[in-house]
Nanobody, 124 residues
């Protein structure tokens, strides 16, 4: 079966960095666009970043541009989210998701598979 497993979350101070990983199995990874979403308590799940099948196209929500970088390693079936200069408002559960396509969708409904999430907490 398809599995997406996030890791790398934790408790950090504002200004610190974290690198999230999402290991996938049960799908032909190179045929999927991958995305990261996050959800804070009391808020809707929001788009963070996406990357197309080859890693040549990326998209980010405005609040993370210049700080976060999404990347993928198709040989390892893994997508990453490098998060630098973390802010308190970045605190959320971060989810990775897979879309069977070659674009960079930003809507939750466009993704076919989801991981269970990893908690990122940033203290101010």
């Amino acid at each position: 079966q398809v599995q997406l497993v996030e890791s790398g979350g934790g408790l950090v101070q504002a200004g610190d960095s974290l690198r999230l990983s999402c290991a996938t199995s049960g799908l032909i990874f190179r045929t999927y666009a991958m995305g990261w979403f996050r959800q804070a308590p009391g808020k809707d799940r929001e788009f963070v970043a996406a990357i197309n099948w080859s890693g040549t196209t990326t998209d980010y929500t405005d609040s993370v541009k210049g700080r976060f970088t999404i990347s993928r390693d198709n040989a390892k079936n893994t997508v990453y989210l490098q998060m630098n200069s973390l802010k308190f408002e970045d605190t959320a559960v971060y989810y990775c998701a897979a879309n069977r396509g070659f674009n960079v969708p930003d809507a939750r409904s466009q993704y076919d598979y989801w991981g269970q999430g990893t908690q990122v907490t940033v203290s101010s």
